[in-house]
C-alpha cells in the first residue's frame, strides 16, 4: 500500500544543487492530479455538496493518495443486459469514443416481486460493457461501502465516486482508473461522517425507483 498527500512538494523533498543554483524548482506531478481532480469533482457538484452536508466544504487537496494496483485484464462475453427502456439506462454512462457504456448501478439497484420494487444489493461492482459484446468488471465491493458516481475523463481514463464504512463513519473515496495501463488509484478523503445515511445518495440520484 502507497500512502502519499496531495500536497505539492518535491519527490525527495529537498531541491538538487542544480535547482538551487537556477532558482527554479521542478514542478510536482501531483499538481497537476489535483487540477484535473478538482475540475472533475466540479461536474459532480451534486455528489460533493450532498457530502458536504455531513463534512463541511473539501475539495481535491483533501484526498490522499492510500493505494495503487493493477486492474484485471479478464474479459467475459456478455451484452449489456439494460435495454433503453430500462429504468438504469439514463445512468449509465457512454464512452467517449463510442466503445460501450459503463455501469455502476444496475448490480446495487435490483427489482423484487411483481411489482418490480427496487431495493439495494449489500455488494457494488463497476462493470464496462464494450461495444464488442465483452464484459470487464473494473471494481467490485462488499457490504463496506458503495459506488455513488462516476464519469469519463477521457477515451482511457474514469473515475468513480463512493465511499467506504469504517468504525469511525462513511469517507469519500475516488477510484482513478487508466483502462490503457490498466492501473487504478485510489484516494480517501481525510474526513469522515458518522451520521451519513449510506443510501442517501442513491436515493437523491435514482428518484423514480424509491429505494428501499
Known amino acids: 500500500m502507497v500512502l502519499a498527500g496531495f500536497g505539492l512538494y518535491s519527490c525527495t523533498g529537498n531541491p538538487s544543487e542544480d535547482e538551487k543554483k537556477s532558482g527554479v524548482q521542478l514542478e510536482d506531478p501531483r499538481a497537476d492530479v489535483v487540477q484535473r481532480l478538482d475540475v472533475a469533482l466540479a461536474q459532480k457538484k451534486d455528489w460533493v455538496g450532498h457530502w458536504s452536508g455531513y463534512l463541511g466544504s473539501f475539495s481535491a487537496v483533501d484526498f490522499e493518495l492510500v493505494m495503487e494496483d493493477s486492474l484485471d485484464q479478464y474479459e467475459m462475453p456478455e451484452k449489456n443486459p439494460i435495454g433503453q427502456g430500462d429504468p438504469l439506462a439514463p445512468y449509465q454512462l457512454s464512452h467517449p469514443g463510442g466503445n460501450g457504456v459503463v455501469d455502476i448501478y444496475s448490480y446495487k439497484v435490483e427489482s423484487q416481486g411483481d411489482e418490480g420494487k427496487a431495493y439495494l444489493n449489500p455488494d457494488s461492482e463497476v462493470v464496462w460493457y464494450k461495444a464488442d459484446g ?77 429505494l428501499d
Do not use: C, T
Not at 157 to 180: C, I, K, N, T, Y
Open 134 to 210: 465483452m464484459k470487464k468488471r473494473l471494481l467490485f465491493m462488499g457490504p463496506s461501502g458503495m459506488f455513488e458516481e462516476a464519469l469519463w475523463l477521457n477515451e482511457n481514463e474514469l473515475l468513480v465516486l463512493g465511499f467506504f464504512q469504517e468504525d469511525s463513519g462513511a469517507r469519500p473515496m475516488v477510484w482513478w482508473l487508466d483502462l490503457e495501463r490498466l492501473q487504478m488509484r485510489q484516494y480517501s478523503l481525510n474526513e469522515n461522517s458518522d451520521s451519513y445515511p449510506v443510501n442517501s445518495y442513491l436515493d437523491l440520484k435514482i428518484k423514480p425507483l424509491s
